[in-house]
């Protein structure tokens, strides 16, 4: 590659950002419930992991799961942790917000982008689950968002890869279009090759088995639809540095 593809890491713990540093990563996308595709993470993760790690930061500023209409009340929240994210050393916040018909909301969007600035705004996979892909990309350019992080409005990268080569094309150097979801070593050449893109988002995790030797069987802290209560996904260094691998 003429140039280095800027590698992002989504991660949910301090952990997991220190991880993806040690592996070549350029920057975190620092969340919590990834899971639900992630939600703001607490105050502590944010702050520690500011202090431990030097690359970029983003923080996605997410209230709850599901869609991404929000309430007042929820978006009194966003506004928050928008101005803690800044206050507590991140480069940048992750958001995305809808009206009820699919639209980029551009009004709340662009209370949250000024309130952000200097820190860098990206948009996230929000973009994915608009009506209208190139309207919405038109709309986030008019807001001066940086980036936009999109699976191409598809089950993955990959399977979306022909809409991302279009919005890599459309955006030119007015926002960074930067490929996200089911991005893997295998595949990743393959997207960066034939999109465009300069920049590539990510998880590189793997699966930890719990330490706990006395485990109950009949008791359990989530829902019916659960992940193991005696493992956890953390990143990977090395599946980072396979990563960088395949493109660098």
Known sequence: MDTPVV????????????????????????????????????????????????????????????????????????KRDVEFSKEWGADGVVIGILNPDGSVD????????????????????????????????EDLVSLGIDRVLTSGQDLSALEGIDLLKNLVQK?????????GGGVTERNIEKIVRETGAKEVHFS???????????????????GELRPPEFSYKTTSADRVSAFGRAVR
């Open 204 to 222: 590189a995790s793997v699966s930890i088995d719990s330490r706990m030797a006395y485990r109950n069987p009949h008791s359990f802290m989530g």
């Open 171 to 179: 955006a030119g150097d007015w926002i960074i279009v930067m490929p």
């Open 7 to 78: 590698l992002e890491v989504c991660v949910d713990s301090v952990e997991s950002a220190v991880a993806a540093q040690e592996g070549g990563a350029d920057r975190v996308e620092l969340c919590d419930n990834l899971v639900e595709g992630g939600t703001t993470p607490s105050a502590a993760v944010i702050q520690l992991t500011r202090q431990r790690i030097d690359i970029g930061l983003n923080v996605i500023i997410r209230p709850r799961g599901g869609d991404f209409c929000y309430s007042d009340i929820e978006f009194d929240v966003m």
């Open 106 to 137: 551009t009004d709340r969007t662009g209370i949250l982008t000024e309130l952000a600035r200097p820190m860098r705004v990206t948009f996230h996979r929000a973009f994915d689950m608009a009506c209208d892909p190139l309207a919405a990309l």
